[in-house]
């Protein structure tokens, strides 16, 4: 450019005077217009510069936007995956907090039942106390089922002391010996006792109910025609627990307690009521 400005002024220069003057005022110009495309010059490439490192801040800030996005890019992940970990930390309170409250609607019922058993409990306690008692009461009221039957199957005779039974029919109380063939009264009460015996033609037949070794009845009977006769008796009598009672075969008296496969001789005995 310059070049061609100084061609230009040796051009000028060969004109004439005449035109000198308007000359001057185009070298002014051409000079002024130099300075400005100098001037213009110098600012685009200050321009050019200022571009160069508006483009390489543009890529640094377009990579800084990069990493920022993918920094973004991490954050949103670890925001995402914190979000399904809340979700799933949500749904494990709530299902806690539904099995707590289900929990404490188990412990309210069983809390309630268990109160419910104490009652039923303590009504089960008392109607036992009161069936104790009415047990209690009528134990002590009730009669003591006490009751014998006993029977000979061997004749007797030539002898003097008790007379033994070898069957027993009923001892309910046991209080029929079956060894000493003696009735020990369980309970202090009122008793009925009867006894009966065979015996031959020509024999005496002579029997005592003992209490105690005391005599308390007699029966006693002879007679000559043929068959067999009986004697026998009953009687009712107050006995003590302990005390013992049986039949006594007296001194040359015979008994014929089977005649014919009939056992003839017979001891019985019951409580009729206690006092």
């Known amino acids: 450019m310059l070049f061609m400005i100084y061609l230009l002024s040796l051009v000028l220069q060969s004109t004439s ?34 571009l160069q490192e508006t483009q390489t801040n543009l890529g640094a800030a377009e990579e800084k936007i990069d990493t920022n996005n993918a920094e973004l890019q991490q954050a949103e992940e670890r925001l995402v995956s914190a979000l399904q970990r809340v979700a799933v930390t949500e749904a494990k309170l709530q299902q806690a907090e539904t ?16 109160r419910q058993t104490k009652t039923e409990l303590n009504n089960i306690k ?28 061997n004749d007797l005779s030539a002898f003097s002391g008790t007379v033994t039974y070898n069957k027993i029919t009923l001892n309910d109380g046991i209080g029929f010996n079956k060894y000493t063939s003696h009735f020990v009264a369980p309970v202090t009460g009122v008793y009925q006792f009867s006894y009966y015996h065979s015996y031959d033609k020509n ?30 008796n009953s009687i009712i009598q107050h006995l003590n627990k302990g005390d013992s009672l049986w039949v006594k075969l007296n001194a040359h008296s015979a008994l014929n307690c089977n005649n014919l496969g009939y056992e003839l001789c017979f001891f019985s005995g019951q409580l009729l009521y206690e006092k």
């Open 17 to 50: 005077v005449a035109e000198e003057a308007s000359i001057t005022d185009l070298q002014n110009s051409l000079v002024l217009l130099a300075h400005r495309i100098t001037a213009a010059e110098s600012n685009l490439e200050k321009s050019q510069a200022q």
């Open 126 to 153: 008392i109607q036992q106390g009161n069936l104790g008692k009415q047990v209690s009461y009528l134990q002590g009221n009730q009669t003591k089922q006490v009751s014998f039957s006993v029977q000979r199957s």
């Open 203 to 232: 024999h005496v037949a002579h029997v005592s109910l003992m209490l105690n070794n005391n005599r308390i009845q007699d029966s006693a009977s002879k007679h000559n025609d043929g068959g067999n006769g009986m004697c026998g």
């Open 99 to 114: 099995k707590q409250v289900q929990a404490d609607v188990k412990r309210a019922q069983l809390g309630s039942e268990l």
